[in-house]
């Protein structure tokens, strides 16, 4: 049908659903892309028919992944600025959003990279978890500005993003320990700061994030490591803003466990949280482009940056 998204943006949705494409900001930038791919694509006179086809593409993007706002920020930003009269003035508004988008989310992870760079010292150990683009950015300014930082790089099961973060961290010149996730809490003595990512934030300071962010914030706390969350404000939920709450994505089994070693030990459940929710009485600090806040106030900035709500332009 007309309302079906081209194959291009069909296949951004696929790779963002199997995670060849993933992590907030990156799936965030590919899903603004998509947009304008659909935009450029569409050939139809009707502006009305250019609108239909530009939100069945938004939500087909939106169904993907659930616990990123960064994708329905990104998905209500272009379309917000999809207006005209005509389909040309139309198509233009959506390429001209999308690209003022994809180049906002470089400028605000360079600026937050200054501010969570500012955190570290000269000589300081860090430990990570998953691969967070914003978080590295911290530590790769830090390095940047001469400083001599080295890491503790766990490998987060069940996929292993932490290989990731190894090889970007070593490609920046900071000297690796990779560890096995139930190996942090040992590893804490010899860390200055605990450094992650987001997928959202709460209006409440909760900080969503890869499965095992929230014990490690309970154990950095209990051994006396400061722990930030280093994100852009596009990770910021608007919709919590009236009480809603963040889905959880829960992922296949077969990424925890081999289907043939299941069948062997029998009758099992698996369960597959891809993230969890930090409290924000175990984050020190929210790192954004506009600077450091403690999580409790993180809704301030919320208020000012979304307060007209989250209205969903892709809806049918
Ligand atoms: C990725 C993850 C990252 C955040 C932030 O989870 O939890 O910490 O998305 O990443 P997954 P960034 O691998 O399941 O997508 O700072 O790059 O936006």
Known sequence: TDHEPVPAVAATAEEIATMEIRGAAAIADAAARALATQAEAIDVDDPEAFRASM???ARTLHETRPTAVSLPNALRYVLQRMNGRTVDELRRGVTSASAAFVD???RAQEDLARVGANRLADGDTVMTHCHS????????????QGKSISAVVKETRPRNQGHITAEQLRDAGVPVTLIVDSAARRYLDEVDHVLVGADSIAADGGVINKIGT????????????PIMTAAQTIKLHPETLTGHTVEIEMRAEEEVIDPVVRDEIGEIAVENPAFDVTPPRYMDAIVTEHGQFPPESIVTLMRELFGEGAEEPWAE
Do not use: F, K, P, Y
């Not at 683009?133 to 940047?144: F, G, P, Q, R, S």
């Not at 929230?214 to 490591?225: F, H, I, T, Y």
């Open 104 to 106: 906002q989310l470089d």
């Open 133 to 144: 683009t914003d978080a590295l950015a911290c530590i790769e300014e830090a390095v940047d």
């Open 214 to 225: 929230s014990g490690l914030a309970v154990n950095a706390r209990e051994r006396g490591v």
């Open 55 to 57: 939100r069945a593409a």
